[in-house]
T-cell receptor
C-alpha cells in the first residue's frame, strides 16, 4: 500500500473549519484513501473514504486532487470533541493478503481550542 | 455498523504469564483483525483472524507469541503469551462487516495491558 505523509500536529479554533492535509504521491489507480480518527483512550473511528471523486458525509468532506497524489479532510465546524489523532490511510482494493486490512501511519494530532 | 465488545478492558499482569483477550461482535462479520498500539505509538496490525483456520500473521508477529482463535463469525480471541514489559500495549479488535473491497473497519475500545 502507498505510504502517506501527514503533518504531526495542527491547531484549529472551535467553530472554524479544520483542513487536514495528506500526501500520498505514490498512490496507484486501485488504491482508496481512507480517513480515521482516534480520540484519546478510544478505538479508531471511521470518518470517510474515496477513490477519486470528492466525498461528503455527516462528519466530514474529503477532497482528492485530480492527480490523486494528495487529499484534504475537512471538518467544516470543528468542536472541542474533534480533538483527536487523524489518520490518512491508502489501501489497495485487491484480494489476497492485504484484503481488508489497514496500515496506520503516525497521523496528525488535531487540537481544537476554544 | 457493528458493536464490538472486548474483554478485559484493562489488566495488569506479571511477567511470564499469558492473557487471553476476547472480542465479541453483535453481528456476523466478514473479517476480523487484531492490532497493537504501544504507548504513544500508532496502530500495528498483528494478524488477520480467519474463521476455522490459522490466523494470518504480519511480519514480526508469530503464532507462538500471539495465538489467535476464531471459532465463528462473531467471536475471536488473542492470547499474549509469556508476557514481558515490552508487551504493555493496547490491543484492539477490528472487524469488517461487508463484502467487497471498500467497506470501513470498526474497532473495539481496546484492551489495555500492563505487564510488570
Amino acid at each position: 500500500d502507498a505510504k502517506t505523509t501527514q503533518p504531526p500536529s495542527m491547531d484549529c479554533a472551535e467553530g472554524r473549519a479544520a483542513n487536514l492535509p495528506c500526501n500520498h504521491s505514490t498512490i496507484s489507480g486501485n488504491e482508496y484513501v481512507y480517513w480515521y480518527r482516534q480520540i484519546h483512550s478510544q478505538g479508531p473511528q471511521y470518518i470517510i473514504h474515496g477513490l477519486k471523486n470528492n466525498e461528503t458525509n455527516e462528519m466530514a468532506s474529503l477532497i482528492i486532487t485530480e492527480d490523486r497524489k494528495s487529499s484534504t479532510l475537512i471538518l467544516p465546524h470543528a468542536t472541542l470533541r474533534d480533538t483527536a489523532v487523524y489518520y490518512c490511510i491508502v489501501r489497495r482494493t485487491r484480494v489476497g493478503t492485504s484484503y481488508g486490512k489497514l496500515t496506520f501511519g503516525q497521523g496528525t494530532i488535531l487540537t481544537v481550542h476554544p | 455498523s457493528a458493536v464490538i465488545s472486548q474483554k478485559p478492558s484493562r489488566d495488569i499482569c506479571q511477567r511470564g504469564t499469558s492473557l487471553t483477550i476476547q472480542c465479541q461482535v453483535d453481528s456476523q462479520v466478514t473479517m476480523m483483525f487484531w492490532y497493537r498500539q504501544q504507548p504513544g505509538q500508532s496502530l500495528t496490525l498483528i494478524a488477520t483472524a480467519n474463521q476455522g483456520s490459522e490466523a494470518t500473521y504480519e511480519s514480526g508477529f508469530v503464532i507462538d507469541k500471539f495465538p489467535i482463535s476464531r471459532p465463528n463469525l462473531t467471536f475471536s480471541t488473542l492470547t499474549v503469551s509469556n508476557m514481558s514489559p515490552e508487551d504493555s500495549s493496547i490491543y484492539l479488535c477490528s472487524v469488517r462487516t461487508s463484502g467487497g473491497n471498500t467497506g470501513e473497519l470498526f474497532f473495539g475500545e481496546g484492551s489495555r495491558l500492563t505487564v510488570l
